[in-house]
């Protein structure tokens, strides 16, 4: 049975693959020569990569730039002009964006604390929004998201690319043909050999810099430049730890892993998991950083355990990728990488692999969003499955910081038996920064 499952799939692989193709676009409109008009907020480090992205794709035109930090504009202005033939004009403040009734859509790639207000806000002016993974800051920043695409009926695409790339969907498409069998179990995991941050002084905010929008809804602090750019993550004002900076890839993988093998059987994935907990800490770095080095998730679903594992000062391969994905099944198991899968037998023989681009995931995910604004419709990964995705993440944080297991409902999104940890799922919001009514 299982080989002729595999065989199956193997011959239907060319066919699925042909129709995750994302068509051409070609826009209803009075010009031929229309293009989605694009702004980009936030735009150092993987917010550069999005607006190079966009930039790049001739249907769209890069109008503004936004960031708080003037300091980036020169040379982020020079190579959008050289990508697409025309400079964008520039913006500290994002409320400007969305007063201009000529941008179609706002495309993120700022902190993660800087996620769920502009696109709420955005979501209430008519824009369309591209935002970075996490989706959230926290849950019910998560819920909010969702409640206003739907209300005002935009198009709002979380940054998962795996969600768009066709090896994953052929790993997938495995899983889901039966042949692993009954599948019961599936592991996320990141390692990583990060740098020690120590404990720098606080200082005066770079010029150039506007701080306390850079600040927005967190708590007001002193300036300190390892709180700043790249390391935010780090910190639970701003960030989701290394869980939500990568693992929230990783968990995915294994959460749509598990999801196609209980399919297989006739089974169904639950949306949430029944109950959470982890444990680790501090364990190896020694330096200013919140969010622990080490870190063991496990989400307990009715019939299914979903694992995470994080180590932050180890690169040891598991199942040979320092991150990675791994789905067993009684007939086997399938790692997922993030540019290969692989499927093994029963006795760890090599049945099948495939590669696959990271590039082409990224560029078919931001052709995917542009589709979706044009014929309607939800993208691959829209708000609402970015929100799960997210959320598990954030119940993997809270269960870590109370120290305990966490039982979750589902209906209510919110814990039945810590206090504590419900707090948790949102935030103080520092004034004039709060939460928008939707």
């Not at 239907?12 to 229309?34: G, H, I, M, T, Y």
């Amino acid at each position: 049975m299982a080989q002729a499952n595999r065989r199956s799939f193997l011959k239907s692989a060319a066919l699925s693959s042909a129709a995750l193709a994302v068509p051409a676009f070609r826009k209803d409109a009075q010009s031929p020569n229309e293009k989605f008009r694009v702004a980009c907020m936030g735009v150092r480090g993987r917010g550069g990569g999005l607006l190079y992205g966009f930039a790049d794709l001739k249907d769209v035109e890069v109008t503004h730039v936004c960031d708080v930090d003037t300091r980036v504009f020169d040379e982020k202005l020079k190579k959008t002009e050289e990508i697409q033939g025309k400079r964008p004009k520039t913006e500290t403040d994002f409320r400007r964006l969305l007063d201009d009734p000529s941008i179609d859509a706002i495309v993120m790639g700022t902190p993660t604390h800087w996620h769920a207000i502009p696109t709420i806000l955005a979501c209430q002016a008519g824009k369309h929004v591209y935002v970075e993974k996490p989706a959230s800051h926290n849950m019910k920043e998560g819920r909010a998201m969702v409640e206003a695409a739907r209300k005002y009926d935009r198009v709002v695409q979380v940054g998962i690319q795996s969600r768009n790339g066709r090896f994953f969907q052929q790993a997938i498409d495995y899983i889901r043909s039966g042949v692993l069998g009954k599948v019961r179990f599936a592991k996320g995991w990141e390692s990583a050999h990060n740098r020690n941050l120590g404990f720098p002084a606080d200082t005066a905010p770079p010029a150039g810099v506007d701080y306390d929008m850079w600040l927005g809804p967190a708590p007001e602090r002193p300036f300190n430049p390892l709180r700043f750019h790249s390391n935010w993550r780090w910190f639970f004002d701003y960030g989701c730890g290394d869980l939500g900076n990568d693992g929230v890839h990783r968990l995915d993988y294994a959460r749509r892993g598990l999801e196609a093998g209980l399919d297989a059987q006739g089974e169904t994935l639950p949306e949430w998991p029944s109950a959470v907990s982890a444990s680790g800490g501090k364990l190896v770095l020694d330096d200013c950083q919140e969010w622990p080095d080490t870190q063991l998730v496990m989400y307990d679903y009715p019939n299914c355990i979903l694992m995470y594992e994080m180590r932050l000062w180890s690169r040891p391969p598991l199942e040979g990728l320092v991150e990675g994905a791994a789905i067993y099944g009684q007939n086997g198991y399938v790692i997922i990488g993030n540019r290969s899968w692989r499927a093994y037998g029963p006795k760890a023989e090599l049945l099948h692999e495939a590669k696959g681009s990271m590039k082409e995931d990224d560029f078919r995910h931001k052709r995917d969003f542009l589709k979706c604004i044009r014929d309607g419709g939800r993208p691959a990964c829209d708000i609402e499955i970015g929100h799960v995705a997210s959320g598990i993440v954030h119940l993997g944080n809270i269960a870590w910081r109370v120290n305990n297991k966490l039982k979750f409902d589902a209906d209510t999104e919110t814990f039945t038996n810590d206090e504590e940890a419900n707090r948790m799922l949102g935030r103080t919001y520092r004034e004039p920064w709060t939460l928008p009514k939707i």
